[in-house]
């Protein structure tokens, strides 16, 4: 038969070092975040009258204690068990028996619960101000760089005429809208569990709404099983942080590439850069690098953690490991947000360079195409395949695509259809000019300059309003937190 109840023996050795240990390794992540909920529990209890003035002002003054005092200098230690073990034995031996009114009606996983959501809450808005503050900084360099001529590319050749700043503004629209998904993500996280119990609540909390209050949280989560074992909002703040990130890595990938002697399109600011301590010729885009792994870090952790959760309902296994990796999932976002950010506001690009390789190639193609079927009366694929023997020819004679004549599309006509097009004398120029072409791409969202600085100037106040409400939820959440610690600071203080 299966024992009931605790045991009176000493963890294992192995369980501290496997176990254990693992989260004490996390306990600094939910240090103060703990010290809130344990609070707000306190003074809930107060307000129904189950605890004692006399103990409720021991406890509240400790637990302000243990607020002022950092992570790295409280006894956390993992042969006593899990951090709230630690807060536990240390609480004992401070006040004693009075320490114990803390797990009146809350069990240990609720309280985490409520402390994970704390730390995620102003992570959360910081990250979003992060992704705004990166579209922001995109946006700008891209309106700086509306009229710099480049070869847009596919398969890294070349495609169409663009511009370097039609090509940026794609990073500013995806930061935008991660931004927008985390901030869906804030509103899951803002909504308390407190009062939830172990599964079905507890016989002491008849109104759960007074601990989200205290917490700043925007309501409570209805269903208390639910409330203790959901996981689907971490998989979608998760999911968020990993798409901001990897459209920041495809960033990093390309500018790897035109950062390169081979291409030399831009080039990295110094500080962003590291030198090889062996070839006095390389300096390598070292921050690039940063980004791109820490991508692939956080396919990692969304990875992991999908796996992790993939367990029946009610299992702590579901969240103790989510208490550190997935705060430090959204750290490492927060980190290289800003440093891809700070890269694209100091990046030099040469203009000159871009423009010399645009002219060289034969980017236009497609709009010589287009306006062979147009003047011709020929189906777009017939036409299609004059242009593409016209390339091949002048490819294979050393010409550019800017040096392509009627009497060459004739000659591919006539090669191809058995006539020609009657197009030898015709002037091409405005086809074959690759800033021309671009100057067209003026429907919404092209890429003509004055389109480009429109985009810009959308996306940079976008930008700002998604950066200005996640600073209001932050502060909001700052003075929750600072008017919680009045009250507890009063009942302490009697």
Same mark, same amino acid.
């Given at each position: 038969?299966?024992?009931?109840?605790?045991?009176?023996?000493?963890?294992?050795?192995?369980?501290?070092?496997?176990?254990?240990?693992?989260?004490?390794?996390?306990?600094?992540?939910?240090?103060?975040?703990?010290?809130?909920?344990?609070?707000?529990?306190?003074?809930?209890?107060?307000?129904?009258?189950?605890?004692?003035?006399?103990?409720?002002?021991?406890?509240?003054?400790?637990?302000?204690?243990?607020?002022?005092?950092?992570? !790295?200098?409280?006894?956390?230690?993992?042969?006593?068990?899990?951090?709230?073990?630690?807060? !536990?034995?240390?609480?004992?031996?401070?006040?004693?028996?009075?320490?114990?009114?803390?797990?009146?009606?809350?069990?240990?996983?609720e309280a985490a619960r409520v402390a994970l959501r704390i730390l995620l809450r102003r992570q959360l808005a910081d990250l979003i101000m992060r992704a705004?503050?990166?579209?922001?900084?995109?946006?700008?360099?891209?309106?700086?760089?509306?009229?710099?001529?480049?070869?847009?590319?596919?398969?890294?050749?070349?495609?169409?005429?663009?511009?370097?700043?039609h090509y940026l503004l794609t990073f500013a629209y995806s930061g935008l809208r991660d931004a927008e998904r985390l901030s869906g993500c804030l509103d899951w996280i803002n909504q308390s569990p407190g009062g939830a119990g172990c599964v079905n609540g507890s016989r002491l909390v008849h109104d759960r709404s007074t601990v989200a209050r205290l917490l700043g949280f925007d309501g409570f989560i209805v269903h208390t099983r639910d409330a203790m074992w959901q996981v689907d909002g971490f998989i979608d703040l998760l999911a968020a942080a990993v798409s901001l990130v990897i459209?920041?890595?495809?960033?990093?990938?390309?500018?790897?590439?035109?950062?390169?002697?081979?291409?030399?399109?831009?080039?990295?600011?110094?500080?962003?850069?590291r030198a090889s301590v062996l070839m006095p010729q390389k300096r390598n885009p070292y921050a690039l690098a940063i980004v791109r792994g820490?991508?692939?870090?956080m396919i990692g952790r969304l990875s992991g953690f999908l796996a992790l959760i993939k367990t029946p309902s009610a299992r702590s296994d579901n969240l103790i490991y989510s208490q550190g990796e997935v705060p430090r999932a959204l750290d490492l976002a927060g980190r290289v947000t800003r440093l891809m950010g700070e890269v694209?506001?100091?990046?030099?690009?040469?203009?000159?360079?871009?423009?010399?390789?645009?002219?060289?190639?034969?980017?236009?193609?497609?709009?010589?195409?287009?306006?062979?079927?147009?003047?011709?009366g020929l189906d777009y694929r017939t036409a299609y395949l004059v242009v593409g023997r016209t390339v091949r020819n002048a490819s294979q004679r050393g010409l550019r695509g800017m040096d392509i004549t009627g009497a060459m599309l004739d000659q591919a006509a006539e090669e191809l259809l058995g006539h020609g097009?009657?197009?030898?004398?015709?002037?091409?120029?405005?086809?074959?000019?690759?800033?021309?072409?671009?100057?067209?791409?003026?429907?919404?969202?092209?890429?003509?300059?004055?389109?480009?600085?429109?985009?810009?100037?959308?996306?940079?106040?976008?930008?700002?309003?998604?950066?200005?409400?996640?600073?209001?939820?932050?502060?909001?959440?700052?003075?929750?937190?600072?008017?919680?610690?009045?009250?507890?600071?009063?009942?302490?203080?009697g």
């Open positions: 038969m299966t024992l009931a109840g605790p045991s009176d023996d000493a963890p294992a050795e192995s369980l501290i070092e496997s176990g254990f240990a693992l989260e004490i390794a996390d306990a600094p992540l939910l240090h103060v975040p703990l010290t809130l909920a344990d609070l707000a529990h306190v003074l809930d209890l107060r307000s129904r009258g189950i605890v004692p003035a006399d103990a409720t002002a021991r406890l509240v003054g400790l637990l302000l204690e243990v607020y002022d005092v950092p992570a !790295e200098r409280f006894p956390y230690d993992a042969s006593v068990g899990d951090p709230y073990n630690c807060r !536990e034995r240390y609480f004992i031996e401070r006040i004693g028996d009075d320490a114990g009114w803390l797990h009146a009606g809350r069990p240990r996983r705004a503050t990166f579209s922001a900084e995109v946006a700008t360099v891209a309106g700086d760089h509306a009229e710099t001529y480049m070869p847009d590319q596919t398969y890294l050749q070349q495609a169409q005429p663009s511009t370097f700043g459209h920041e890595s495809k960033l990093a990938e390309d500018l790897e590439i035109w950062d390169s002697q081979e291409f030399g399109f831009v080039d990295l600011a110094g500080p962003y850069t820490a991508a692939g870090i694209v506001a100091t990046l030099r690009v040469d203009a000159g360079r871009m423009l010399e390789q645009l002219e060289t190639g034969f980017s236009q193609a497609t709009d010589l195409a287009e306006f062979v079927m147009l003047e011709c097009l009657k197009l030898s004398g015709r002037g091409l120029s405005e086809v074959l000019d690759p800033r021309a072409i671009v100057q067209t791409r003026d429907a919404a969202g092209g890429a003509a300059p004055e389109v480009v600085r429109q985009m810009s100037l959308s996306c940079r106040a976008q930008a700002e309003d998604s950066r200005r409400i996640a600073m209001a939820r932050a502060e909001a959440f700052r003075e929750s937190e600072a008017e919680l610690l009045r009250q507890a600071k009063e009942v302490a203080d």
